[in-house]
């Protein structure tokens, strides 16, 4: 086995090419275009375009505790902390150039989505004020169910759009055979991905959440890339291996959780305490339902769509519920920890719905924490982590029944 090591390696060393290619793009031509979380960039990529995510450089400002900080330059500028926080953190290096990386490097092109968060086109339109450069929109429907052909259909005519602004900014037509290789190898990675996460329905779970989180970062950064598909290739044969040899995340695994929603990204290490208690979680949806998807479909505008409008914010309450009843069966769920989220309440609604329909049915308990994805601002960790002490009580309590 590789390691948890040696993928934290190979994730820092991709870090920073990325952001030495980002600080080069001047002198290699390329463009660099800020996209929302969640849109078809594999697009991008076949382009030559550097996708840039202020949503991901929130959550690397955390990881440098740059959050607070920008959090309050942007609070300083008239900008709400009540608002999505990887907004105010993303605002906060876009009013001071300040940040982990120098901050967010000037964009040449802003592309934001509205089917996935409600703030992104108003963010994004605060960031073209500011930058002075093109804006396109693409659009998609909510879904109460899996995508119906209308869906699709209506999907590739706005990633076609998409292309044609491309091409109009770029200067160069669209390349539709790399287009298609870049997709080819984007699901190629999603697959193992997803296959990753399923090897956690096995006890005892094989790799941890906070492992995970830093893990993600290739597949949302730049997916369709060949370094991209490699990685996870090469992490899904070391995670096999783990199972095969039966090593768990902790030595006595007993109560296997589900996180639902983002993870609190300025206190990753609430994940270890909850590990250090002899709780893992096997299931999140912030991992699975957006990232560890296989893209099926008859060509490559199809899989793109069944890819992207199928987020955990683009679903209806009674599919929730149904995909997170398949998901206590599958993984073997003890308990839930629902983290009701003021940074982004898009992906807040209806949770406590989910947990309760899930107790109801499976009589498991819930755990809700109250807290912020990216603003440290006002988190009490020493609070947060007595809750987790009272709810491993209720967990042995249901134990022993």
């Excluded at 876009?94 to 934001?112: E, F, N, R």
């Excluded at 329905?201 to 094989?206: A, D, E, F, G, T």
């Amino acid at each position: 086995m590789k390691g948890r090591e040696y993928f934290k390696q190979k994730r820092i060393d991709f870090t920073k090419r990325y952001y030495r290619e980002l600080a080069e793009s001047k002198e290699s031509g390329k463009l660099i275009a800020y996209v929302t979380g969640f849109l078809p960039s594999e697009v991008l990529v076949a382009m030559d375009i550097l996708p840039y995510y202020p949503e991901t450089f929130a959550t690397i400002a955390c990881a440098f505790n740059a959050a607070d900080e920008l959090c309050q330059v942007a609070e300083d500028a008239g900008v709400s902390r009540d608002l999505c926080a990887f907004s105010t953190v993303a605002m906060g290096s876009m009013y001071s150039g300040k940040g982990p990386y120098g901050g967010m490097p000037k964009p040449d092109l802003l592309i934001s989505s509205s089917y996935t968060c409600g703030i992104h086109v108003p963010w994004w339109e605060i960031m073209q004020k500011h930058y002075n450069v093109p804006h396109f929109i693409i659009d998609g429907p909510v879904l109460s169910a899996d995508p119906e052909p209308m869906h699709i259909e209506f999907f590739r005519s706005e990633m076609k759009r998409l292309i044609a602004f491309l091409e109009e900014h770029t200067k160069r037509p669209m390349d539709m055979d790399r287009l298609e290789e870049t997709v080819r190898r984007s699901n190629v990675a999603s697959d193992y991905f997803t296959k990753i996460l399923e090897l956690r329905k096995i006890v005892p779970c094989p790799i941890s959440s906070h492992q995970l989180c830093g893990d993600m970062f290739h597949i949302t950064t730049l997916p369709g890339t060949e370094e991209t598909t490699t990685f996870y290739e090469e992490l899904h044969a070391d995670i096999a291996e783990r199972v095969e040899q039966k090593i768990g995340i902790v030595a006595d695994e007993k109560y296997r959780l589900i996180w639902d929603n983002i993870p609190i990204w300025h206190d990753l290490a609430l994940i270890d305490y909850f590990e250090g208690k002899n709780m893992v979680f096997v299931y999140e949806t912030f991992f699975k339902e957006y990232w560890a998807k296989r893209m099926i479909g008859d060509d490559l505008f199809e899989r793109l769509a069944r890819k992207y409008l199928t987020g955990w914010t683009n679903r209806r309450l009674d599919r929730k519920i149904e995909i997170m009843e398949e998901v206590v069966r599958d993984y073997q769920v003890d308990g839930i920890v629902v983290f009701e989220n003021k940074g982004c309440r898009a992906y807040s609604t209806g949770q406590l719905d989910v947990a309760e329909s899930l107790k109801e049915t499976f009589s498991i308990p819930y755990l809700a924490i109250e807290g912020n994805m990216a603003d440290p601002g006002g988190h009490d960790a020493d609070k947060v982590r007595r809750m987790v002490d009272n709810f491993q009580e209720v967990m042995r309590g249901r134990s022993n029944r």
